[in-house]
């Protein structure tokens, strides 16, 4: 019986994240309601408070998902990628900006999951952006040997903020008109630059 | 009679924009509601779409105030700077990061706001953020004489893209335990580097 029950609660789990996902990818994550959620998985809403502690927790396992995707669209666009560092963080930025393109509610909703302050998000959601950012911090690691860990964590985040902005303001405008190939630019440049040998700081 | 009319109308079109203002600061963007600002004004709903065309018309309007005091906070940390153009770059970026963080929803909101697909914002808004593009290119300008306008122009964008992601994701980290002197540490790393000498395409 217990396994049933369990079994049950599992496919509700499964159920709900596949609603939750197609949601926000159509609609944005200011669309995801309890109400419709129940609604669409056949459940009474205090159901959904039994499997996820709250809205923010099936977000996050949303985004989870999102996570794998996006870390698979780089390892991909890293696996044809030459053996340069620079140009490896090249191709994974604009891997990056087309996935963000593409998947752009889902993207967004990385992004946008509100937490209670002061609040850190759960180890494994941490686990899983971390895993992205090893894919930066490899190549940065062959371009600055010199570079403590530490720095080069900081390096790490910085670069990958400044892409980051540049895909969020970039696609913002390409929705006024702005080509988007103007991204694709801004990320060379911006990386060249940044990985010039003549190491600043 | 007219003059009345037309005294009164631009009154409560100032005092909706204060109140507006207000929310935004208080509570961000999401919190702006027509019924409760015709509440908090002595109006009807329908007295605000006399003024203004929709609510995206009042926050441009808020935003609009917003951008003159980041730029009014920008020209006196730049009054303060050296004369070295990278320097001056830096500050400016720094003076950027107290704005975002000492106004947080408001600066938010300038991001923010939601236009129809393919709709531009109006000519004077896109003329208030030109005037901040201007303080970015200018030191570029310095650093990069060789450069065409159209490669200043993508430049500007991209730096200033690289910052606001910095700022963005670093004061987002920031509410969960970050420590926000990172951020500039990030800043000057950056943009350091970013106007190194050793031009790159």
Known sequence: MAGKVAARRAALRDNL??????????????????RDLAAEAGCAVGAIYNVFG???????????????????????????????????????????????AQNHNSWRALFEVERAPGEDAPDWYLHEMGQLFAY???????????????????????????????????????????????IDRMIGLVLRQLTASSEKN
């Open 17 to 34: 994240i596949d609603i939750a996902e197609r949601t926000i990818a159509g609609d944005g994550l200011a669309a995801l309601r309890a």
């Open 54 to 100: 709250d809205l923010t927790d099936l977000v996050l396992s949303v985004n989870a998902r999102t996570f794998q995707r996006l870390g698979a669209d780089v390892a991909e666009a890293l696996a044809d990628a030459p053996q340069d560092p620079v140009e490896q963080l090249v191709i994974m930025a604009q891997a990056y900006h087309r996935f963000a």
């Open 136 to 182: 930066i911090s490899d190549p940065l690691a062959v371009i600055f040997p010199s570079r403590s860990p530490e720095d080069l964590a900081l390096l790490t985040r910085a670069l990958f903020s400044s892409v980051h902005g540049i895909v969020l303001l970039g696609l913002d405008q390409a929705s006024s008109g702005v080509p988007t190939s103007d």
